[in-house]
């Protein structure tokens, strides 16, 4: 099965149209005020018409009130809302409910630590996905890290790789983790907030290749 891309933090719209005539299969913007990736309503809304059918609409959320999404939700189109804070599954499940918006929810990889029991818990919820980040004690993703790719688990559920992706390492990220989608962020910035269009269609092409160097090794070729 092909693998799946979402360039996230999307702030201009020259980087709307670079990631999705790269290929992108969904666009990320970032409701989270701490982030220097932060878009505000209005300029999501902006960014939003640039957007063509086919191409998912993210709202990455941390931490935010049911109140607050909703008013998001009201004025900017958005298709999936991803939870990276420390949301509950329970509160990850009414949002949702109230919203009527699929969901995924990110889970940070601790080393030592099983994922697969909370893995399940939100899966029971009803997320759609999971992302499996890279840990950090402070930030809620967009470290730049990555965690043991040898520790993604096998499970058939859903699961988006993130942290620490770029040009360079993601086709060895797709063959090792066999992730049903990758999700990208700094690895293709020039600066924070601001991406470089070649490192887009790098980054692209390399999803392309891994995916289809996964798809050949399952079908014996």
């Not at 201009?12 to 220097?36: K, N, Q, T, Y």
Request: aromatic residues 8%; charged residues 25%.
């Amino acid at each position: 099965m092909r693998t799946r891309a979402k360039i996230c933090g999307i702030t201009r719209s020259e980087d709307v149209l670079a990631a999705v005539h790269a290929g992108a299969d969904a666009i990320g913007f970032v409701f989270f005020e701490a982030s220097p990736r932060y878009v505000s309503i209005l300029r999501a809304q902006e960014l939003a018409r640039s957007i063509p059918a086919y191409v998912s609409i993210v709202g990455l959320f941390v931490n935010a009130d049911q109140d607050e999404i909703i008013r998001v939700v009201d004025q900017v189109p958005l298709d999936i809302l991803q939870f990276h804070g420390d949301e509950t599954a329970e509160q990850c499940r009414q949002i949702a409910q109230h919203t009527r918006r699929r969901w995924y929810k990110a889970i940070q990889v601790q080393p030592d630590v099983d994922v697969v029991p909370a893995i399940l818990q939100y899966r029971q919820a009803g997320a759609s996905a999971i992302l499996l980040d890279a840990w950090h004690p402070e930030l809620k993703g967009g470290t730049g890290q990555q965690f043991d790719w040898s520790k993604f688990p096998s499970l058939e559920i859903p699961l988006i790789l993130a942290g620490g992706l770029k040009p360079e390492n993601i086709e060895d990220a797709i063959r090792i983790t066999q992730a049903y989608a990758v999700d990208v962020s700094g690895g293709v910035e020039s600066a924070k907030g601001m991406k470089d269009r070649q490192l887009i269609e790098q980054f692209m092409q390399g999803v392309q290749r891994g995916s289809a160097k996964y798809e050949s090794q399952q079908s014996g070729g």
